[in-house]
């Protein structure tokens, strides 16, 4: 059965991806194609990236509610970013190779949130204080992306605004091919740990009597999950709920949390609402709304519903 939903699934997606290429083409059909052919390109890796990051980070925390972006993990991305603007100065950040700066922010990433999030799942924190520390992770990221954007000059700022704001009409084209290898390793990992992370569903100590080194597991999908996580903000910027969203309804999809079947299910239900979504509002209704707006709007509604319904359970 999960087979012939995860079939539906892929041809609701391939018909969006179908109607973003082709729908209100006029003039240069050759040139609109190629350029929406680049954005689209963008589109799927960030929609996979944040579904596979989600699933993941999910059954590491071992509960349906958070989400690497609800534990601060893009909001660090953005204050490592403005604090090489405070640092270098808008034109030093500007001139750094851009790949080069996507690979050391990466590394950042991935080196901070194993440091802060690492102990806790070690001590095996109750998702309570998980989600109140990732609240308290977000605000102090924010808070001190906000302090530096007041101490630097307007011009400097200009520079990283546009990467403070989700934003699914500007995608940063000029990482789609490093970012392109990131994702498929990425996903080729997690589709083979598809069965490790069955296991470590069943809870830590289930797990370690199975026979899963459970730190040092842990330890390379927060790797994984930090890397995934610098893709997507880096290309379109942070989106705080969409991951929640899209794994909430791949799983009643699917109506299962086997990882075979629960991957595919919410990365190809990202790629509906985000590619579906897309050539709804740029192309069918001509950018009279913002697709972010209506994912976050959405998105939350989708946390405080489980919040609510997790806390009767």
């Not at 750094?96 to 806790?120: N, R, S």
Request: hydrophobic share 60%; aromatic share 8%.
């Amino acid at each position: 059965m999960p087979d012939r939903r995860l079939l539906c699934l892929a041809g609701a997606a391939l018909l969006c991806i179908v109607a973003f290429m082709t729908i209100g083409l006029r003039g240069n059909i050759g040139f609109v194609l190629a350029l929406r052919a680049m954005k689209l390109a963008a589109l799927l890796q960030v929609s996979v990236s944040i579904a596979v990051s989600t699933v993941i980070f999910q059954t590491v925390t071992n509960n349906r509610i958070l989400t690497p972006s609800i534990m601060g993990l893009d909001a660090l991305y953005l204050f490592g970013q403005m604090l090489l603007v405070f640092l270098l100065g808008g034109l030093g950040y500007a001139a750094l190779d851009a790949q080069l700066k996507f690979g050391g922010e990466i590394i950042v990433l991935m080196a901070l949130a194993t440091g802060l999030l690492l102990p806790m799942l070690r001590r095996r924190t109750d998702m309570g204080l998980m989600l109140l520390a990732g609240i308290i992770f977000g605000i102090l990221f924010r808070s001190l992306h906000s302090l530096l954007a007041r101490l630097i000059d307007p011009n400097d700022f200009a520079v990283v605004q546009g990467a403070s704001f989700a934003n699914f009409n500007d995608v940063r084209t000029d990482l789609l091919a490093f970012a392109a290898i990131l994702t498929i390793v990425g996903i080729v990992i997690a589709w083979r740990a598809r069965h490790v992370l069955d296991v470590m569903a069943l809870g830590a100590d289930t797990a370690t009597g199975l026979g899963i080194s459970w730190s040092r597991t842990v330890t390379g999908l927060l790797l994984l999950v930090s890397a995934l996580v610098a893709v997507s903000t880096a290309l379109v910027g942070p989106v705080a709920f969409f991951g929640l969203l899209v794994v909430a309804l791949a799983e009643r999809v699917v109506d299962t949390r086997s990882h075979a079947a629960l991957m595919p299910a919410a990365m190809l239900t990202a790629v509906i609402i985000l590619v579906g979504g897309q050539a709804l509002f740029q192309h069918a209704l001509g950018s009279s709304s913002t697709l972010g707006v209506v994912i976050e709007f959405v998105g939350g509604f989708a946390f405080l519903v489980l919040l609510v319904f997790g806390s009767r359970k």
